[in-house]
Antibody, heavy 119, light 108 residues
Framework: QVQLVQSGAEVKKPGSSVKVSCKASGGTFSSYTISWVRQAPGQGLEWMGRIIPILGIANYAQKFQGRVTITADKSTSTAYMELSSLRSEDTAVYYC????????????WGQGTLVTVSS | AIRMTQSPSSFSASTGDRVTITCRASQGISSYLAWYQQKPGKAPKLLIYAASTLQSGVPSRFSGSGSGTDFTLTISCLQSEDFATYYCQQYYSYPPWTFGQGTKVEIK
């Protein structure tokens, strides 16, 4: 049984950066893809990017290019999402999710990490 | 990016009702369509992928259909635990994977 456990809530100032972790257990971490999806308060789901740990390759949604960095540490089965130049509109719950039966279909999700950007 | 549009945005229904949610893609996506259920304060849960394949453990009252640009999620007999928000998502064209805006199913 795959489990994804994320780091705790964060409060950040505008212009700063945040790094959220997602630790996987069960399954073989290197063999699957981890995506990051965010959800602003009362809003829908927005895919940000993904990483394939076995390849060390990350891809990002154009909207976040240049501001987001997704990495993975195979030794600890942990994926990271760092978002820089934070603004109030980045206040959201950030989820990690694993690609399941097909690429781009998310069968396991982390519990979510609330990032609040406020001065 | 492919735009996914769900309808309605919300509606009220009663336990036992048959309900249908529609999702339309801005361009053809074959059957590369997934449905998720999300309850308040929780992560989304995968219900259906490949437009009509039920994820393991999901009750059979959930079903999906469609291909190309038009898709539906049907709940044949609404249960109390089904009151939630439902999202469709295309995984045909990347990046980015895109979601619909959500459909909230509320208790009448």
């Amino acid at each position: 049984q795959v489990q994804l456990v994320q780091s705790g809530a964060e409060v950040k100032k505008p212009g700063s950066s945040v790094k959220v972790s997602c630790k996987a257990s069960g399954g073989t971490f290197s063999s699957y893809t981890i995506s990051w999806v965010r959800q602003a308060p009362g809003q829908g789901l927005e895919w940000m990017g993904r990483i394939i740990p076995i390849l060390g390759i990350a891809n990002y949604a154009q909207k976040f290019q240049g501001r987001v960095t997704i990495t993975a540490d195979k030794s600890t089965s942990t994926a990271y999402m760092e978002l820089s130049s934070l603004r109030s509109e980045d206040t959201a719950v950030y989820y990690c999710a694993r690609d399941g039966p097909y690429e781009g279909v998310f069968d396991y999700w982390g519990q979510g990490t609330l990032v609040t950007v406020s001065s | 990016a492919i735009r996914m549009t769900q309808s309605p945005s919300s509606f009220s229904a009663s336990t036992g009702d048959r309900v249908t949610i529609t999702c339309r893609a801005s361009q053809g996506i074959s059957s590369y369509l997934a449905w998720y259920q999300q309850k308040p304060g929780k992560a989304p849960k995968l219900l259906i992928y490949a437009a009509s394949t039920l994820q393991s453990g999901v009750p059979s009252r959930f079903s999906g259909s469609g291909s190309g640009t038009d898709f539906t999620l049907t709940i044949s007999c609404l249960q109390s635990e089904d009151f939630a928000t439902y999202y469709c998502q295309q995984y045909y064209s990347y990046p980015p994977w895109t979601f619909g805006q959500g459909t909230k199913v509320e208790i009448k």
